[in-house]
T-cell receptor, first 112, second 110 residues
Framework: KAGVTQTPRYLIKTRGQQVTLSCSPI?????VSWYQQTPGQGLQFLFE???????NKGNFPGRFSGRQFSNSRSEMNVSTLELGDSALYLC???????????FGQGTRLTVV | SQELEQSPQSLIVQEGKNLTINCTSS?????LYWYKQKYGEGLIFLMM?????EEKSHEKITAKLDEKKQQSSLHITASQPSHAGIYLC??????????FGKGNQVVVIP
């Protein structure tokens, strides 16, 4: 079984631009969560999607948004990028009825 | 303040030595996950503890959950260079998210 796949692995963007990150969960997993990891704050929960619906959202500004498609693949979007958005963005998928989360390799976003 | 505090923040051990790292929660624990991360990479699932007093082992890594103390410990026996990395504990919260500690950085010197 393939693991969680995140693309791209690395991104460099300029302040003010927007970016879209993609996550393909493990086959059969319908819940996808996104996390931001920075040296200062550690891992912070962004949002969680299940069956194309956002179920929960962390404490991040509205510039951070996401969506989930019918095949459970998810994307997150960050608009009007700021230097502080530089981070490792991790996606996790969870099987139904279980809280065990499997993480992808992450997308390293650098904002310059 | 952090929901999950991990200690020590960093640890350097000589190959072959044992080590223990801890994760303490400020809220009630309904389970706990341990992950390992190599710098800049994804999280590798190690084990999940669900009940107080539960202890699990995988190869040379043993983790235990003390619900009363709201704490979990992870012990590595006879450490090897492959054990080096950042160990993260995560606790499930009611809103389908995991809260994480900041990690224990483990360095193993040959």
């Amino acid at each position: 079984k393939a693991g969680v796949t995140q693309t791209p692995r690395y991104l460099i963007k300029t302040r003010g631009q927007q970016v879209t990150l993609s996550c393909s969960p493990i086959s059969g997993h319908r819940s996808v969560s996104w996390y931001q990891q920075t040296p200062g704050q550690g891992l912070q929960f962004l949002f969680e999607y299940f069956s194309e619906t956002q179920r929960n959202k962390g404490n991040f500004p509205g510039r951070f948004s996401g969506r989930q498609f019918s095949n459970s693949r998810s994307e997150m979007n960050v608009s009007t990028l700021e230097l502080g958005d530089s981070a490792l963005y991790l996606c996790a998928s969870t099987p139904l009825g279980n809280t065990e989360a499997f993480f992808g390799q992450g997308t390293r976003l650098t904002v310059v | 303040s952090q929901e999950l505090e991990q200690s020590p923040q960093s640890l350097i051990v000589q190959e072959g030595k044992n080590l223990t790292i801890n994760c303490t929660s400020s809220k009630t624990l309904y389970g706990l996950y341990w992950y390992k991360q190599k710098y800049g990479e994804g999280l590798i699932f190690l084990m999940m503890l669900q009940k107080g007093g539960e202890e699990k082992s995988h190869e040379k890594i043993t983790a235990k959950l003390d619900e009363k103390k709201q704490q979990s410990s992870l012990h590595i026996t006879a450490s090897q260079p492959s054990h080096a990395g950042i160990y993260l504990c995560g606790a499930p919260r009611g809103d389908n998210r995991l809260a994480f500690g900041k990690g224990n950085q483990v360095v193993v010197i040959p």
